[in-house]
């Protein structure tokens, strides 16, 4: 079992940055792929970014290509996500997910990630 756990949101303007953070504990040699993905009210989640646990590999929503960065420290056990220029439609909960499987293409679909962190809300305002 992998356990995640989220930090790092808040309320900012549109136009400012935000890092969240997503700490992850047990099994975490068995993590292939690490994702975030976010929820806004009445929608479905959606997939943000995920990269590679071991590697360097990348993947963006195009809503957040360019603007958003994920990165993870090993030596930590945790994964990052850099948010710049944020606007009101990022306002979502934020959630971190875990994957111990690989595949290709990488997977954006949130149901093949079997561990999950609480979740954090970001809030833009306009």
């Known amino acids: 079992q992998v356990q995640l756990v989220e930090s790092g949101g808040g309320l900012v303007q549109a136009g400012d940055s935000l890092r969240l953070s997503c700490a992850a504990s047990g099994r975490t040699n068995s993590i292939y792929a690490m994702g975030w993905f976010r929820q806004a009210p009445g929608k479905e989640r959606e997939f943000v970014a995920r990269i590679r646990w071991g590697g360097v590999s990348t993947t963006y929503a195009d809503s957040v290509k360019g603007r958003f960065t994920i990165s993870r420290d090993n030596t930590k056990n945790t994964g990052y996500l850099q948010m710049n220029t944020l606007k009101p439609e990022d306002t979502a909960v934020y959630y971190c997910?875990?994957?111990?499987?690989?595949?290709?293409?990488?997977?954006?679909?949130?149901?093949?990630?079997?561990?999950w962190g609480q979740g954090t809300q970001v809030t833009v305002s306009s």
């Open positions: 997910a875990a994957r111990p499987l690989g595949g290709w293409p990488p997977v954006v679909v949130d149901t093949e990630y079997p561990y």
